[in-house]
């Protein structure tokens, strides 16, 4: 049997089975079979999670549920399969009027995998991905075709809103949009004490706002950030526009559909922790990671990226009713970044830091309680709709068992 492996390669193992499925009939069948036979059934999206949440023993490809099913203009709702990418709702929306409501560096992921790991973009007005499903079809542990809705069942949705693929297997989601928007994208070259300066007036004025701080010279080129030394922070700041404006434009500025500006080029050269934090401690979170790189860990120079999120109600999602300030560092591959990544995850500890679910963390089931206080209902509505467990994995069974 052929290896599957995630995008950066720090994730691999070699299924008992891959099957190719094009419809919710196909998964039903595949599901209930499996969970007669015990099992263990996982799904893939664009491979772009860093933990092993797609470790299993049958592996389905929903490659061929792709693409946009309907869109309810009058609604801002528009219903997709699972395999969707972030990318292709722009044109498809734009020409209805209608955009994602915001979006992160990257639109190659799948929107089942962006719902389900409350994946995101940044500014403080704006929650996850999570947030932005109103309902969907699924097939449950027991091969079962189930329905959610906000309407029928509120407590249902706020568990799948953020589920990891526990609760059952996405056939078709309804994603909540916004109207067409253009954005005026300015990117700065800003000292480290500059930005501690502007950080709460920009937080506030701009739609989208986030940052890379670079802990030495050599930092930039590896996220392909020109121009940026130590200390330097490179700052992107967009602005909701009317196109039609006359607005002189400086070489770091660019005015474009929101979602032509969103995404950048990243090369798969980096494994990632991302945590989220109370975005009231903003300053307090800024100056000691950047103690905690220059003083112990000089070696670790990837950029520290932060963004914003805004609260949500998904019950799982690390940004349950806070706003947070979400700080992503990386480690090289091939070295030995973990001591790094283990000092960081216990500087968040602090701050009552909460993981992505697609990145690396150092979570266990104790820690999950106290970080979510809607973890046990979860895991009641996980049991429900999976009985046997087939959704489970090594990696998730400690965690949600």
């Not at 470790?55 to 969707?84: F, N, Y």
């Not at 950048?264 to 494994?271: A, G, I, K, L, T």
């Not at 934090?277 to 950029?303: A, K, N, Q, T």
């Not at 947070?324 to 830091?353: H, K, M, T």
Request: glycine share 6%; net charge negative; charged share 20%.
């Amino acid at each position: 049997m052929a290896t599957w492996a995630n995008w950066v390669g720090n994730q691999s193992f070699k299924p008992r089975e891959v099957v190719a499925v094009s419809s919710a009939g196909e998964i039903q069948q595949r599901v209930a079979d499996a969970a007669a036979h015990r099992t263990r059934v996982r799904t893939v999206g664009t491979a772009h999670s860093f933990t092993p949440i797609v470790e299993t023993d049958l592996l389905l490809d929903t490659s061929a549920m792709r693409g946009i099913v309907d869109v309810d203009a009058a609604q801002q709702l528009v219903r997709a399969l699972p395999k969707t990418t972030i990318g292709d709702f722009g044109e498809p929306l734009w020409e209805h009027g209608l955009a994602l409501a915001n979006q992160g560096d990257i639109d190659t992921q799948s929107i089942a995998g962006s719902v389900a790991t409350a994946t995101h973009g940044s500014g403080r007005r704006f929650p996850s991905f999570s947030a932005t499903l109103e309902g969907a079809k699924l097939v449950d542990g027991t091969g079962q075709l189930v329905e959610v809705t906000r309407q029928s069942h509120p407590d249902h949705l706020a568990a799948l809103q953020t589920s990891i693929g526990l609760l059952g297997i996405l056939t078709e989601l309804s994603i909540k949009v916004a109207p067409a928007y253009h954005l005026h994208a300015r990117t700065d070259i800003m000292p480290f004490d500059q930005v501690l300066e502007t950080f709460e007036h920009d937080i506030d004025s701009y739609r989208h706002y986030g940052l890379f701080w670079m802990p030495t010279d050599e930092s930039a080129r590896l996220y392909n950030l020109a121009g940026a030394g130590a200390d330097d922070c490179v700052v992107k700041r967009y602005l909701e526009v009317d196109p039609t404006d006359t607005i002189e434009l400086e070489p770091n500025e660019r005015i474009d559909r929101a979602y032509r500006i969103y995404p950048m080029v990243y090369d798969p050269n980096f494994h990632e922790v991302e945590y989220f934090l109370p975005l009231e401690r903003w300053r307090d979170i800024l100056v000691e990671m950047r103690r905690l790189m220059l003083r112990w860990h000089p070696l670790s120079i990837y950029p520290l990226e932060i963004r914003l999120v805004a609260a949500e109600d998904a019950w799982m999602s690390p940004n349950y009713h806070r706003e947070n300030l979400v700080v992503s560092i990386s480690g090289q591959p091939g070295a030995a970044y973990w001591p790094y990544l283990r000092a960081c995850d216990s500087l968040f500890a602090e701050f009552g830091g909460r993981p992505h679910w697609g990145k690396l963390h150092f979570m266990t089931a104790d820690r999950l309680a106290r970080l979510f206080p809607r973890y046990e209902n979860f895991l009641e509505v996980r049991r429900r709709f999976d009985p046997n467990g087939v959704f489970l994995n090594d990696h998730l069974q400690p965690l949600f068992g």
